[in-house]
């Protein structure tokens, strides 16, 4: 599930999930390129590139990208915030 708010200054991108969630000590370990854990009756589990990207790319346009909580105590949010840009004026 994603959402999207926006203020003067920020869009925020919220993406929700509903699964076992992701536990606090993690949470920025996993935009390190290739890192993985052990846990559950899948084996292990990593990231891969994809949120080392993510995070790289969202920066690059003066962006920041974080894992929190789910809502209810449930799942993970990747929140994704990004500057607002305003369109050049014209003379």
């Given amino acids: 599930e994603a959402r999207k708010r926006q ?3 920020h869009t925020r991108i919220d993406v929700r999930d509903r ?10 370990r996993i935009f390190d390129m290739f890192f993985s854990v052990e846990r559950g009756d899948r ?11 993510t995070q790289g790319m969202i920066g690059a346009h ?6 929190l909580p789910g809502y209810d105590g449930r799942g993970t949010t990747i929140r994704i915030m990004l500057p607002r840009m305003q369109p ?3 003379p």
């Avoid at 084996?43 to 990207?53: C, D, E, N």
């Avoid at 003066?62 to 894992?67: K, T, Y």
């Fill in 7 to 9: 203020d003067v200054e």
């Fill in 19 to 28: 699964g076992p969630g992701i536990p606090e000590e993690e949470r920025k």
């Fill in 43 to 53: 084996g292990r589990q990593g990231t891969g590139l994809g949120l080392a990207i």
């Fill in 62 to 67: 003066g962006g920041s990208v974080e894992a």
């Fill in 88 to 90: 050049p004026t014209t």
